[in-house]
Nanobody, 117 residues
Framework: QVQLVESGGGLVQAGGSLRLSCVVS????????IGWYRQAPGKQRELVAT???????VYADSVKGRFTISRDNAKNTVSLQMNSLKPEDTAVYFC???????????WGQGTQVTVSS
């Protein structure tokens, strides 16, 4: 049973920082793509940042220069360092992984990030 468990969310003032982490367990197969999405109230889930197996990264324009995604293949973890947070970054943040030759997609339960103005 593949599980993705996020941690690190919370409440922070605008301009502050948070670091999210996601641990993937229960898989014997290669994690092809892993990253973060977010969903604010009343809005669709959107890509925040993702990192491919080769190490290349993709960021949403709204977070470029403020967020940094990193990956530890040995520990099956992905982290998201979020700096200069803005109220509009408030959302539930979800970890997503694409695993194995079948490229099966798995999601975590989500972690709340709230940025106060």
């Amino acid at each position: 049973q593949v599980q993705l468990v996020e941690s690190g969310g919370g409440l922070v003032q605008a301009g502050g920082s948070l670091r999210l982490s996601c641990v993937v367990s229960g898989s014997r197969f290669t994690i092809n793509v892993i990253g973060w999405y977010r969903q604010a109230p009343g809005k669709q889930r959107e890509l925040v940042a993702t990192i491919l197996s080769g190490g290349s990264t993709v960021y949403a324009d709204s977070v470029k220069g403020r967020f940094t995604i990193s990956r530890d293949n040995a520990k099956n973890t992905v982290s998201l360092q979020m700096n200069s947070l803005k109220p509009e970054d408030t959302a539930v943040y979800f970890c997503r992984a694409v695993i194995g030759l079948a490229r099966t997609t798995y999601w975590g339960q989500g972690t709340q990030v709230t940025v106060s103005s």
